[in-house]
């Protein structure tokens, strides 16, 4: 009995997440909690370039942070912004608290861009802002595969480039398409 609850929980969750991402005009409308835990959205960024990016503490990956806040800064007075996305999904890589991973930024990385609650970029808990961006209809299907995987979207929320994981954020191909996409006004 309890694994039937457990399972129809799970497809309500699953459901309830889908239908969420399908029915919403816009990434600008998929409800999110910032680090703080507090009610938010993307549509503070209306009209900005964001670079979304899932992120964790303990991963291979961890120093892109670096990279991360460095093209924050470059990029910031133009209209763009980076959104750090914590997930716990490859190999419990953030196991840490909102506390610890805002401590861990601010003190090892000196993060300044956003930073939104942990959440699941994959899987049966896939958080609606994923599943708009990684599922069947988006331009780039298919699942997040590791920590730090990227995603440009345009001033008006469309998913213009995804960067996988290995892919620094400082690279030539990820600039050059922050440049244009910050020249396409």
Known sequence: MKFITASLSLLCAVTAATVLAQTAPSLFDIPLKDIDNKDTSLKAYKGKVLLVVNVASKCGYTPQYSALEAIHKKYEAQGFT????????????????????????????????????????????????????????????GDVKWNFGKFLISRDGKILKRFEPATTPDSPQVTAAIEAALAAK
Do not use: M, W
């Open 82 to 141: 980076v959104l750090g996305f914590p997930c716990n999904d490859f190999a419990g890589q953030e196991p840490g608290t909102a506390e610890e991973i805002k401590a861990f930024c601010s003190g090892k990385y000196d993060v300044t861009f956003p930073l939104f609650a942990k959440l699941h970029v994959k899987g049966p808990e896939q958080h609606p802002l994923y599943l708009a961006l990684t599922g069947r209809d988006a331009p780039y299907p």
